[in-house]
């Protein structure tokens, strides 16, 4: 019986870990425009935003460290420019896109106001929270998210039960890839590298008395546990939104359409409810993201508050920033970043969860200047210029996952070589 709460507690962390409110607007709309290919995309969601996040957080098991030692392998610097960059990307586009989100779910629904008053409203209440560590944020977290999801089960069951089990047809070319793509902007694999380490800390200072081998079967179990309820979620808001392809315009933007299938299951009230709810979640992870942010850049400066304030400050403005901007430009704007820094995110995961024997520091770096180097067309793309000459040449490339073979490859050839110079 103790197993088996342990296992339900940390799946729970895990789950509240990946579980961001601004990821509910991504499902919705692709199942929406997916028809009756829904399950592929689902697949392909669930891929870059459930099983590789989950995968995340067994190699923070693993580690035992930081942000900094998923890198640590490839170089010194490599490891301290790639921490560097996902924490700018982090303060740059999923922060701000939490205000915006937070502005088209709750705010412009009942007054008629820019985004900049919103973001500068919300990123000055942010730096307050962030330079002031309150633990009120944390209570808040913890009946945000069981609140939310009740709401959203409810949600998916009346869909489920009152609307005909008629899907339309896709509007996708490629509804594998499209899931997969669009997974990346829940930025989650990047969740997992940056604050996994904290979850996996809590995780060993609650279980004190465990063995290092039971601590990793508690963190796989609750890993698997909190993948399958994340998958559920995601599938289910996926099915939602493909059961209403009739009910909505072809044009509608995603925080519409969430808020359009809340009214049309649960009524104005349920409705108005899941905004504020969705508007606090976002509110803490916003406050999350820039603290950590700060945190990170204070560590590099030897403790400094200065730093620490300077940093927080910059985070905020940065939000603000941003943030005057409606969700689907800071989608957009999101799209070249992550077409860079997702397969490297992806394959440091990966890499560092493979046996000791197989990962090498060697290996390492082939694979991953081997991943960066099959990224560059994908994201020479995403920044308006075509690469079509080079994609012809590369397999899976017109799907925009161009990296995974030549990576794999790189993988298999790197470990060959090592064998063959250790005999």
Not at 259 to 268: A, H
Not at 351 to 374: A, D, H, M, R
Request: aromatic share 14%; with cysteine.
């Amino acid at each position: 019986m103790q197993n088996i709460k342990k296992t339900l507690v940390t799946s729970f962390a895990l789950f509240s870990l990946f579980f961001g409110a601004g990821n509910l607007i991504f499902p919705p709309l692709l199942g929406f425009q997916s028809g009756n290919m829904w399950w592929l995309v689902a697949i392909g969601f669930s891929i870059s935003a459930v099983i590789v996040p989950i995968l995340g957080i067994f190699a923070h098991a693993k580690l035992q460290g930081t942000i900094f030692d998923f890198g640590k392998k490839v170089g010194t610097k490599f490891s301290i420019i790639y921490s560097l960059l996902i924490y700018l990307i982090a303060a740059s586009l999923p922060s701000p896109r939490t205000a915006s989100v937070t502005h088209e779910i709750a705010i412009k629904p009942f007054f008629d106001t820019p985004y900049l008053y919103t973001s500068i409203a919300y990123f000055t209440l942010v730096f307050l929270f962030a330079i002031n560590r309150s633990k009120i944020l944390n209570i808040l977290g913890k009946i945000l998210t069981p609140t939310i999801i009740i709401i959203l089960l409810a949600i998916i069951g009346v869909t489920l039960f009152t609307f005909d089990l008629n899907f339309g047809t896709t509007t996708f070319r490629n509804p594998f890839s499209k899931g997969i793509l669009e997974g990346y902007q829940t930025f989650d694999a990047i969740a997992a590298v940056v604050v996994g380490g904290v979850i996996i800390v809590s995780i060993n200072i609650n279980n004190k008395k465990d063995s290092y081998e039971e601590k990793r079967v508690l963190i796989r179990r609750a890993g698997w546990l909190s993948g399958f309820a994340l998958f559920l979620i995601y599938a289910g808001l996926i099915i939602t939104g493909a059961l209403m392809h009739n009910e909505f315009s072809e044009t509608i933007s995603r925080t519409e359409l969430l808020n359009g299938i809340s009214k049309n299951t649960l009524g104005d009230t349920a409705n108005f409810l899941l905004s504020i709810l969705v508007s606090l979640a976002c509110f803490t992870t916003a406050v999350g993201v820039v603290t950590g942010t700060a945190d990170f850049i204070k560590h590099l400066s030897k403790g400094s508050k200065k730093a620490f304030y300077a940093t927080a400050f910059i985070g905020c403005l940065l939000g603000v920033v941003m943030g005057q901007f409606n969700v689907n430009s800071i989608i957009q704007f999101a799209v070249p970043a992550l077409m860079f820094i997702y397969p490297l995110t992806i394959i440091l995961i990966l890499l560092n969860v493979v046996p000791e024997k197989y990962g090498s520091s060697q290996v390492f770096k082939i694979v991953v200047i081997t991943t960066l180097l099959f990224s560059i067309p994908d994201f020479i793309d995403s920044i308006g210029f075509s690469s079509t000459a080079i994609k012809n040449y590369i397999p899976l490339s017109n799907y925009n996952i161009g990296w995974i073979l030549p990576a794999l490859l790189s993988f298999v050839i790197a470990n060959l070589i090592k064998k063959t110079t250790r005999e």
